[in-house]
């Protein structure tokens, strides 16, 4: 919650759990501490500006970076929902470890603010298409062995799943349909049994 399309986020998962009848609390993470006390099963890394997140997330008043990197990196089976700024954290944590999604992604690919557009997106995830947003999104340059890609835009890969992480390049809580965030509930749940 430093920063970034945070509420809508939250929307979107009310919406999804409720079309999904999985019930969810929601605890929004400012610093290390909340992620202890939330002890969470699972987590959204909104889209916004990585470099403000980064420094924001490293600041000695929040240290919730760091934190959630432990966390994801703590059990590989964590559901995590990465869109736009936030799939750049997970492929390029700049932290010394490994990419989260083994994935690379070049910032800003498409130019500027004005080059942001709309495009439906075909998801194998989901077995059908979906109404992609995009923000001054990044593009994935490369996509690892441990890597599936999940969502394209024509011949361009714009979703990549690395085992319960999802990294977006697009931003799906800005569409009406919730098919990710029910995506990262059921997953949830599924883990949770
Ligand atoms: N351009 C942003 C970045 O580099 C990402 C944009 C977004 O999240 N909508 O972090």
Redesign the pocket.
Known sequence: MLQ??RHVHMAALNAAAKDSGIEIEIHELRKAADLDDAQPHALVFP?????T?RLTGNDSASELLPAIFRWIREDSTRPVLG????A?LLCDPQDGGEPLVAAEID??AYGRQVDSFQSALDSTLLGRQFPGVF????RFTKVGDTSEVVVTLENEVVGVRHGNRLALTF?PELSQDYAFHEWLLQTAKEVAA
Do not use: V
Not at 47 to 51: I, K, L, M, Q, V
């Open positions: 970034g399309a889209g916004g500006e990585s470099t997140m869109t736009c700024a936030g750049i910032r800003n923000i001054r999104a990044p931003h």
